[in-house]
């Protein structure tokens, strides 16, 4: 089994210099982890100075998006390939922000995806459902269909290394984190889902982790579920001390992680 994997989604925050304070004392708090997989996705300005502070550390680096395409005449895109120069090992994909403020669809999502392994990156492929989809009994058929459509076109042999994040909109950065029973019936609906489309054997690593206000006081409610294998966390993952709380969660009987 793979282990569990805390990222930092670091947003549209910091300078050069703020993020090298950040990642200085996380790097301190989060010496000699060795069961937690933790990765920061920082700005794309800043990856190029933290690659270096995070050498001899656990934390790998992610990018928070990435274009479709290779290289090319793509004003203001950056590619998996360049990521991957750069030291990223993963890359988040269809955030509900790229979803909603740059228009990004399923079909957006599922050619990401392609290049992101096209590059050697790990996607962690978002999908979640709005307040009112919550409200009308949708979610399930929701956070499916993205996933359906998302990994659109992937054998197999494909998908060991992605990592789905189940982030319900209504639950980001409003401090109204869903329940960990909740995120669990979702993430079970996943996990069907994925064994059906990929055969256990392919599909029985493959990490689903959850995001929306995590914070140190409720990590611990997550991860003793049997289906949560992670978080993707936003604002706590700008404050060192919460950041690491959440990799150093307490490991309970009932999660597969103890
Ligand atoms: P918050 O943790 O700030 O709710 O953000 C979650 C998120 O969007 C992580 O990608």
Redesign the pocket.
Known sequence: MLKPLITG?WKMNTTIAEGVGLVMRLRELVRGVEDVEVAIAPPFTSIHHLRFLIADSPIKLAGQNLSTEKNGAYTGEVSGEMLRDVGCDYV?IG???RRQHFAESDETVNKKIFAALRAGLKPIV?VGETIEEREGGKTLAVVKRQIKTGLKGLGPGMVKDLVAAY?PVW????GKNATAEQVEEVHNALRELLYEKFGTASAKDLRIIY????KPENIDSFMAQPNIDGA?????SLKAEDFARIVKFKKTSRGKHS
């Open positions: 989604n988040i955030h509900s922000e978002c982030e639950a980001i950065g409003t995001g929306g206000s995590v993707l966390v936003g604002g706590a």
